[in-house]
């Protein structure tokens, strides 16, 4: 895949810009080594100056597909450095992103304060002309007080600075490929010169096909949370219609490919298990949510997706007591602890929720993972982690699937119903073979379709 996204962008006609991105996370880092890759000159800038020291060095922060490749090549091509000094970062920038973090207040507010930070930074360093490009994840209203920011501490550039909303769309695990092949980049602004910038700023990628969709700011920031809320909708959809599967004898398996084979509806997020987690939906939803209320409109829907998804895991945590009957002192093994595969975040991981809810109830928990065992450990010390599936599953009384990693696919089942004390399998994401996991002799409990007994059961117990 590397090679793919390392193609030759810098070969496709571009007008360079001193591009500058403020906030060095997920979407931060991405957006920098994105917009190197085509061939921009780009600083990222972080106040962390640990992390600047790494990142310059070439060492991403974190795990995701493709993006080392990416950073060392384009600091060794000179097209990339980072920074902690602010005036160095967005001195000479023609083009400036706010890519900082917005994590939700107690109660489910968007924390603005590193946004406001951000526009003040701008403000005090920027030179004229700069297009100052929101792609934080903001409640609409957001990029008018960025605007309004700058307008009033830098009166001598008010008529020339432009600010335009420009979300991402990017997904963990799979986001260096999103960046430079997007199926749309949207961008809000309220001028035509504002929209002709930003067509030059993604020349290479519109060149690939990608559509550039034009709206007005509020639009925009809005038109992001409506995406991330569907989204987070689809899942509790199907976790609701999980819950229906497992009381009526149903499995929602089919029901989700007969749903999914209608265009209307698609065949995406329509996969039923612990429900979302993510530094994203969770959060957005629940800030979406209050938004919606500040607006004066009370959106139910909204509300009702939060609780089927806490609810999926309510519903897990009852089927290991089903298949376990007493919990306290059971070795349950968890296996992925990251909110999804291909990531090694754990923030708002639904494995975590669920190994805290067995430590609660007495079981002992036991997790592996291939990439996020330690910021899991970090996270929940109760934990024990093993560094191996096999050691995680040796001795257990229950596993637990909770991320669907690809290698769990080749997990030697024989070998697992040899090493575990109870042959009892419980598959939160759907992910293993049914027939895979029954004809290894262990038990299979999969969420939202019927529990299938293992075939030619020697022994329940150890
Ligand atoms: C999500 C959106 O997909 C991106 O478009 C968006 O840019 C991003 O949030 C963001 O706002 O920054 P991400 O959080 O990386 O991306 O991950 P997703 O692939 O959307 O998965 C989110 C959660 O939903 C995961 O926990 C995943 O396991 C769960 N999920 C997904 C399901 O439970 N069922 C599904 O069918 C699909």
């Known amino acids: 895949m590397t090679q793919r996204l390392m193609e030759a962008w810098v070969e496709t006609p571009l007008e360079q810009m001193n591009v500058a991105v403020i906030g060095t996370g997920h979407v931060g880092l991405i957006t920098c080594v994105s917009m190197a890759a085509i061939g921009h000159s ?6 962390d100056e640990a992390k600047i020291a790494k990142l310059n060095l070439g060492i991403s922060p974190f795990h995701e597909p493709g993006v080392e490749d990416l950073l060392r090549k384009s600091i060794e091509q000179g097209r990339l450095s980072f920074t902690s000094d602010p005036g160095e970062a967005l001195g000479d920038a023609d083009a400036i992103f706010i890519c900082v973090g917005t994590p939700a207040r107690a109660n489910g507010e968007a924390n603005l304060i590193a946004v406001e930070q951000a526009a003040r930074d701008v403000a005090r360093y920027t030179k004229s002309g700069t297009i100052v490009i929101e792609k ?7 990029a008018r007080r960025v605007e309004w920011v700058l307008k009033h501490e830098r009166v001598d550039l008010a008529a020339e600075l432009l600010v335009v909303s420009n979300p991402e769309f990017l997904r963990e695990g799979s986001a260096m490929r999103d960046a ?17 910038r930003m ?43 999980a819950r229906l599967c497992e009381l009526a004898d149903a499995d929602v398996v089919d029901v989700a490919r007969v749903m999914g084979s209608d265009p209307r509806i698609g065949p995406h997020f329509l996969s039923a298990g612990l429900g979302y987690g993510g530094f994203c939906f969770p959060k957005d939803l629940i800030a979406f949510e209050r938004l919606s209320v500040q607006l004066g409109y009370d959106f139910p829907l909204l509300s009702a997706v939060a609780r089927i998804n806490d609810d999926a895991i309510d519903n897990t945590v009852r089927k290991i007591r089903d298949a376990l009957w007493n ?19 754990v923030r708002f991981s639904p494995a975590l929720t669920l190994a805290s809810r067995l430590l609660d109830e007495g079981a002992v928990v036991v ?11 970090a996270e929940l010390p109760d934990l024990l982690i093993e560094h191996d599936p096999y050691d995680a599953v040796r001795d257990a009384h229950c596993i637990v699937l909770c991320t669907e990693w690809a290698e769990f696919q080749s997990l030697d089942l024989d070998r697992v119903r040899e090493l575990v004390a109870y042959p009892v399998v419980v598959d939160g994401r759907n992910a293993f073979e049914p027939d895979r996991v029954t004809s290894a002799g262990l038990h299979y409990y999969p969420t939202g379709r019927p529990d299938m007994p293992a075939h030619a059961l020697e022994s329940v117990h150890a």
């Open 42 to 47: 780009v600083r990222g800038m972080d106040i």
């Open 136 to 142: 934080s994840t903001v409640p609409a209203g957001t």
């Open 180 to 196: 430079l092949y997007p199926d749309r980049i949207l961008v809000g602004a309220e001028s035509s010169q504002a929209f002709t």
């Open 199 to 241: 067509r030059r700023l993604y020349g290479p990628i519109l060149e690939r096909g990608a559509e550039l969709i034009e709206t007005d700011i509020a639009t925009a920031e809005l038109a992001k949370h409506a995406c991330n809320a569907f989204l987070a909708m689809k899942i509790s959809y199907i976790n609701g219609i």
């Open 327 to 345: 919990l306290e002192d059971k070795r349950v093994a968890l296996l992925g602890l990251a909110f999804k595969p291909d990531t090694d975040d």
């Open 367 to 377: 997790g592996y993972d291939p990439q996020a065992a330690t910021d899991a450990k």
